[in-house]
C-alpha cells in the first residue's frame, strides 16, 4: 500500500486540477476567424482561470506561512513552479487553444505543453507542501485527511503510480488520442476534446511523478528511471515518424485556415508529426538531465550525512564509542 506521503502528494496535484473540469465546461474552445489578429485570441474561461487564480492563492498562501516559520520555499521552485502553471495556462487560455482547431501542428504544440511541460515543471516545483498548508484548516481537517486515508484513493493512486502503469498509459494517451477517426471526432467534440485534454494531464502528471520523484525513497532507482523514460521514446519517435513521413493528409478535421498562412493540409500533417518526433527525443533528454540532477543531489545529501555522522562520532568521548 502507497505510504502517506505519496497518496498526500497524489491528491494534492489532483485537486490543483481538478476544479479545472468540475466548474463547469471543461475548456471553452474558441472560434478563429481570418479577420482575427493572432494576439487578440487569449481567452478567458472563468472555469479555467478562477480555479486556477485559487490555486496561486492557496499556494502562495503557504509560500507566506512558510516564509513568516523562516522555512521559505526558494526562489528556484517557485519560479520552476510558477513556469508550470503557466505552461496550462497558455495551452488552454492563449490564442493556442482556438488554433489548435484549425492546424495539427498547433494542436501537437499544446499537447506538449499539458502532457510533458506543464506536468514536469509543476512536480519539480515541489509545490505539495506550500499548498497544504495554504488550505485552511477546516479543508484540511475534512476533505484532504478523508481523501487520504480512503481505501479507494489509495488504490486508485497505487494503479496509476504503478511503475508498468504509468508509463503504458502515458504513452497510450497519445498513441490513441492521434488515431485518425478518433482524432477528428474529439476536434469537433467539445466534450470529447476535453476528456483528449484531461486524460493526457492526468497520464501525464502520474509518469512524470515516477520519473521525477526526488524521493530517497522513491519508487523506481534512478537507473530504473533511465530505462522507463527511453523505452517511452520509442513508440513516441515511430509515431512521429509515421505521422511526418505519410504521403496522404491522415487527419480531415483541420482546414489550415483556408491556406491563409500559406500551409496545406500536408505540410500541417508534417509539422504535427515533427513535433511528435522531435520532442520525444528531447523528452528524454530532459528527462534524463532531470533524473541525473535529482541522482547527483541525492548523493551530495548521502555524502553530507555521512560526513555529519563522522562529525559526531569523532566529537565523542573515547570511553563512549
Same mark, same amino acid.
Given at each position: 500500500m502507497p505510504d502517506r506521503s505519496r497518496i498526500s502528494l497524489s491528491l494534492g496535484v489532483t485537486l490543483m486540477f481538478l476544479g479545472y473540469w468540475v466548474a463547469g465546461p471543461a475548456i471553452a474552445h474558441g472560434e478563429f476567424q481570418e479577420k482575427d489578429h493572432f494576439w487578440s485570441?487569449?481567452?478567458?474561461?472563468p472555469a479555467i482561470a478562477l480555479p486556477l487564480l485559487l490555486t496561486l492563492a492557496v499556494y502562495f498562501r503557504g509560500w507566506w506561512k512558510r516564509c513568516r516559520q523562516k522555512k521559505p520555499v526558494s526562489r528556484a521552485r517557485t519560479l520552476v513552479f510558477l513556469t508550470g502553471v503557466g505552461c496550462f495556462w497558455v495551452g488552454l487560455q &492563449?490564442?493556442?487553444?482556438?488554433?489548435?482547431? =484549425?492546424?495539427?501542428?498547433?494542436?501537437?504544440?499544446?499537447?506538449? @505543453?499539458? #502532457?510533458?511541460?506543464?506536468?514536469?515543471?509543476?512536480?519539480?516545483? @515541489? *509545490? @505539495?507542501?506550500? /499548498?497544504?498548508?495554504?488550505?485552511?484548516?477546516? &479543508? #484540511?481537517?475534512?476533505?484532504?485527511?478523508?481523501?487520504?486515508?480512503? #481505501? +479507494?484513493?489509495?488504490?486508485?493512486?497505487?494503479?496509476?503510480?504503478?511503475?508498468?502503469?504509468? *508509463?503504458?498509459?502515458?504513452?497510450? !494517451?497519445?498513441?490513441?488520442?492521434?488515431? *485518425? %477517426?478518433?482524432?477528428?471526432?474529439? +476536434?469537433?467534440? *467539445?466534450?470529447? =476534446?476535453? %476528456? /483528449?485534454?484531461?486524460?493526457?494531464?492526468? !497520464?501525464?502528471?502520474?509518469?512524470?511523478?515516477?520519473?521525477?520523484?526526488?524521493?530517497?525513497?522513491?519508487?523506481?532507482?534512478?537507473? /530504473?528511471?533511465?530505462?522507463?523514460?527511453?523505452?517511452? !521514446?520509442?513508440?513516441?519517435?515511430?509515431l512521429g515518424a509515421y505521422i511526418t513521413l505519410n504521403k496522404f493528409p491522415l487527419y480531415q478535421v483541420y482546414d489550415v485556415l483556408e491556406g491563409s498562412w500559406h500551409i496545406d493540409r500536408l505540410m500541417d500533417q508534417q509539422l504535427g508529426g515533427i513535433l511528435i518526433w522531435g520532442p520525444g527525443a528531447m523528452m528524454g533528454v530532459v528527462g534524463t538531465a532531470v533524473i541525473f540532477l535529482l541522482w547527483l543531489h541525492q548523493e551530495e545529501r548521502n555524502h553530507a550525512s555521512l560526513e555529519s555522522m563522522a562529525s559526531d562520532s569523532g566529537s565523542l568521548p573515547t570511553g563512549t564509542r
Open positions: 485570441m487569449w481567452q478567458f474561461t &492563449s490564442p493556442i487553444e482556438p488554433l489548435s482547431d =484549425h492546424f495539427l501542428f498547433i494542436h501537437q504544440i499544446e499537447h506538449l @505543453l499539458l #502532457r510533458v511541460f506543464g506536468p514536469l515543471l509543476t512536480i519539480l516545483g @515541489l *509545490p @505539495l507542501g506550500p /499548498m497544504i498548508q495554504g488550505l485552511p484548516r477546516t &479543508s #484540511r481537517r475534512y476533505l484532504l485527511v478523508p481523501l487520504i486515508r480512503s #481505501r +479507494v484513493m489509495q488504490a486508485l493512486y497505487g494503479f496509476l503510480s504503478h511503475p508498468i502503469i504509468a *508509463p503504458f498509459l502515458f504513452i497510450a !494517451t497519445l498513441i490513441v488520442w492521434q488515431i *485518425p %477517426a478518433l482524432h477528428d471526432l474529439a +476536434v469537433r467534440d *467539445p466534450g470529447l =476534446h476535453d %476528456a /483528449m485534454h484531461l486524460s493526457m494531464i492526468v !497520464t501525464g502528471f502520474f509518469f512524470w511523478w515516477l520519473i521525477a520523484d526526488p524521493r530517497p525513497q522513491a519508487r523506481l532507482s534512478y537507473g /530504473m528511471r533511465l530505462i522507463v523514460l527511453w523505452l517511452v !521514446t520509442i513508440p513516441n519517435t515511430l
